[in-house]
Every structure is written in C-alpha cells, then in structure tokens.
C-alpha cells in the first residue's frame, strides 16, 4: 500500500524533476546510467530523495514511460492532423532522440519484466493510433489500399528509426537512395498515385 505521505507527493516538483532527469540520463548514457545516486545527482539532492517519491527504480521507469508517453502522444496526434500526416509521422520518426530514447526503452524492457508491460502498452497505444490515422486516410473517395494499413505502418516507421539509428553510428550505405525512395512513394501518396510502399492508389 502506498503511503499517504509518498501519495501527497505525486504531483511535487520535486518528482517531476526526477523523472525528467531519468529521461535525460537515458538518452545520453543508456538505461544503466539512470540509478538512485545518479538521479539524486542530477538534481541535486540526496539518494534517499528518490526513495521518498519512488518505492523501486521499476517506478521510477514506469513513471518516465508514462510521462514520455503523453508528449509522444500529443506530437504523434499532432502530426496525423496536419496537412501531410505521413510525411509528418515519417518525419517524427526521424527525430533522432526519440529513436534512441525507444531503442533504451527496448533494452530495459528485455531486462525488467515490470516495465517490459508498460513499453508494450504504449508502443502498442502508439501502433493503433498510427494504424487508425492511415485507415481514415484510406478512406478518401477513390483510393484503395494496396497492402493492409498494419504492413504500411511498420514499414513506414521501421524504416524510419533504423535510418535514423545507423546514422547514430555513421553507417549510412544505402541511405541515400533509401531516402529519395520514401519521399517519392510519399510525394505519389499525397497525391493520390500509386505507390506500392504505402499502399494506395487512385481506383
């Protein structure tokens, strides 16, 4: 049972600040780095500050997922109402820290059975809402899918995130003909031609 005490503090700046800086310290030193003496560290008290608002560094994790969940959110649904929804969802996932940030979720994940099952429920959450966005896309009159929305979708983002991960490492053979490839299957999707990567084509 959690404490009143621990309970009162949910909302602090002080927890806040914790969890932000578990993000950060994972995007710039991996998984591992984020610890209770590391985070006390990062801002700027002690240890037993982290055992005062977190019972385990499992809630620390599920914490930081959530809350990065939330922002992913709100620029995933920002990005499947713009006037270019694929280009933007192509373009998000691109953005090199978020992949790298995902690629530390991943790893975490495989080591931490009770953070494995809050990546797989946001990741899933994130699935079926670009999944949903590409179906209402699809439905435009005169267009029809060429492979299933679920295949488009895990091409587009797959893709996307190996790219933008191997560049991490300066490992770009075949990225440049790879590139010009989705901006031209992009480009025919926008408007209305066929395209066997996303799958649509005008009837």
């Known amino acids: 049972m959690v404490s009143k005490r621990r309970w009162a503090g949910e909302s602090s700046e002080v927890r ?5 800086a578990a993000e ?12 209770a003496r590391n985070l006390a560290d ?4 002690t240890r037993q500050i982290v055992h005062y608002y977190f019972s385990s560094m499992d809630e620390v994790f599920i914490a930081m997922i959530r809350q990065t969940g939330e ?10 109402a713009s ?3 694929l280009r933007a969802l192509w373009e998000l996932n691109r953005n ?3 992949s790298i940030l995902s690629m530390e979720m991943n790893a975490l994940a495989n080591r931490r059975p009770a953070v494995r ?6 990741a899933e959450e994130f699935r079926d809402i670009q999944v949903r966005g590409l179906r209402d896309l699809l439905e435009r009159p005169g267009v029809t899918a060429q492979l ?22 300066d490992m770009t053979r075949g990225h440049e003909v790879t590139l010009a490839f989705v901006q031209k299957c992009l480009d025919a999707f926008k408007e209305g031609r066929r395209t066997p990567f996303l799958g649509a084509a005008l009837e």
């Open 16 to 20: 806040t600040a914790l969890i932000e």
């Open 24 to 35: 950060q310290l994972m995007r710039e030193e991996g998984y591992p780095a984020v610890t």
């Open 42 to 45: 990062k801002v700027g008290l």
């Open 71 to 80: 922002k992913a959110r709100a620029q995933l649904e920002e990005a499947l």
């Open 83 to 85: 006037d270019d929804p």
């Open 96 to 98: 090199p820290a978020q």
């Open 117 to 122: 099952a809050e990546v797989a429920k946001v």
């Open 148 to 169: 299933e929305p679920d295949v488009s979708i895990l091409l587009l983002t797959s893709l996307a995130q190996v790219l933008t991960l191997e560049e991490a490492i």
